[in-house]
């Protein structure tokens, strides 16, 4: 039943349930929205709906190896980059070394992932503001860095490609070719996207000045990655927490400046991940050239691992931003505790400070820059 | 000849007079809806439907509504089930009924009667009012935000339209829409150009510009499709329509969009005249040119859907009331200024 709304007073108000079935909440978000008119003055995220007790199978798998398909099912847009962060943190508690061409093909992948998850984010934020056909576009160019990865690993979403201690298999012969087809490709189309969605003005008026999101805001959220630094802040772990071998690798940091609005705003969460893209190309440039042609892609351990007592937390960027896993051992082959640290949930809290006071559109635009994947949120 | 084959055709049947445009606007959505399917295929660097019917897919649209056909008609639990019920067909009825004064040829005209733009712009006013019925009927919250979001939509913008439109009566000096495309038959202007009135007066051209704008918002378009934007409202006002009348919904959006681009093609494109002046002229000939600018005005609005993203709200209603209004009264007087002059 509608409610009986009337000029003043408390009911002038109207509750309305956005979601898990709406069309713009990137998943089965659920959002509590009190309205007055259009404008919004109380939001509430409820989230559970994708809660697959990740953390809890990583305790009960028996087997370090066994977690790494769940992690690809974490934020399941960039794989490859949960699993980086995973196989990662315990190879570091293990004090394991991999050879160098595993880290050169764990770095390409892994920024092609960076891109295609990227991809993924600003064609459906053009979506949500009604541009239907850059998102197409820019499908295009994702499906090539899936076919890529088709041929690497045999899955196009949920790979289980990277393994403790190496790679579950090498990289198919044609494997620098085909990347270099794609960065070759590539490129132009990033310039494509200014002309079609950056830079247009009606895409600029809905989302300049939309959801500001301060940087103190932003540090006390605990915010990273895209949407920290679209609020004018320099950091990235790939420069600041060097892990992998991104210390060898030259590339900038985008920052977000306010160029069509406010500093902070939508419109500049979004530019920091198209330049973002721009970046992740000159890193896998880099890493193609200096990546060795013949090794070893496995080191040699034990099938089974067996974890000493201890515990490590380690962090990485994903697209999305800090994603940290924290494992303690506990002398078995199973972790005692994984906990991992999912910047989409993070950011999911910060809706409603950045939120009061707009529009349902608005709204619709500011979950798009925030970009974020209901599989990690709930894990 | 002509008017001996007009006089005729006048006295058909009343009839025949309720069914040709019916069957020009049945066909025309089925052509259009896979029309848009392949505009936005190639627009997109997709092929869109190849299926069904063989040639391209060309029998989709068909598919889709035998489709619709069998669906069961579900109605809400709490809405108001007449006017549920009723809406989808007093839209589709409000944008047929406009066409009767639509001379779709120099033979072919529903009704000649001499305020034909003014029964038009009163006739799809009532739009509105079925789009509010149709929202608030259905008892859901997005619906409502929907049938709100369009009422104040299309009210304001009306005001631009009809300012265009006078302008446009300015410089004819008839309501009859007839009478308007006779006056633009003829290739006079610079010695070739046919006498159109987009050609005929620079301001007009402002004009046209201002009134497609507001046929875009009237029609529901990209980048004013905001009354059933997919992805803030889910679908509008017509979110809880399924089958045959939501189908009755798309059939008057599709027929209103011919609607309004046809009158587009009469008050500045000389509706059923011929670019070639006698060349190619003639009654049937007339429907074909008058039917292919219509159309062509149809894509170029598909055309702009397929590329822009969507207004908000608030900056809808600011384009109308701080741009096009002032700017369409004073492209009106200076309309006027110019008719009085030369």
New interface residues.
Partial sequence: ??ELISDTGERRE?T?NMGPQ???THGVLRLELVLDG?IIKKVKPHIGYLHRCFEKYAEEMDDYAKVIPYTDRMDYVSAMNQEHGYVVAVERMLELEVPERVEHIRVIVAEMQRIASHLLGIGAF????????PF??LF?EREKILDIFEKVSGARLLYNYMAVGGLMRDVHPEFKEDVADFVKTFRPKIKELDNL?SY?K??I??TANIGVLPVEVALNYAASGPVLRGSGLKWDLRKDDPYSIYDRFEFDIPVGSGEVGTLGDCWDRYIVRVREMEQSLRIIEQALESMPDEGDVMEAIPKRIRMKEGEIYVRTESPRGELGYFIAGDNSASPFRVKARAPSFVHLSMLPAISRGS????M?AIIGSIDIVLGEVDR | MNSLFLTNILNLPLLVHLALPLTIILVYALVAIWGERKV?GF????LGPMRVGGWHGWAQSIADLLKLIQKEDIVPT?ASRFLFKFAPFMMFAASYAAFAVIPFSSGYIGSNINIGVFYLLAVTSVLTLSIIMAAWAS?N??S??GGM?SAAQMVSYEVPTIATVLTVIVVAGSLNLMTVTEMQSGNDILGFLPNWFIFQNPFLIVAFVIFFISILAESHR??F?LPE??????AGYQTEYSGMRWAMFMLAEYADMLLLSLLGAVLFFGGWNSPFGDFMGGPVWGFFWFMLKGLLLVFVMMWIR??????????LMHICWSVLIPLSFINLVLVALWELIF
């Fill in positions: 039943m509608i109207m309305i709406h069309p713009s259009e053009g979506l949500d503001l009604g541009a239907f056909t197409l576009y295009t969605l247009n009606i895409f008026n809905r529009l349902i559109a608005d619709v | 936005a627009i997109q660097d997709r709490n008892n919250k997005w409502l935000l979001r990209v980048p499709d934007s997919e992805s803030e409202l889910v397929w590329t822009l993203p969507r207004y908000r709200v608030d900056q």
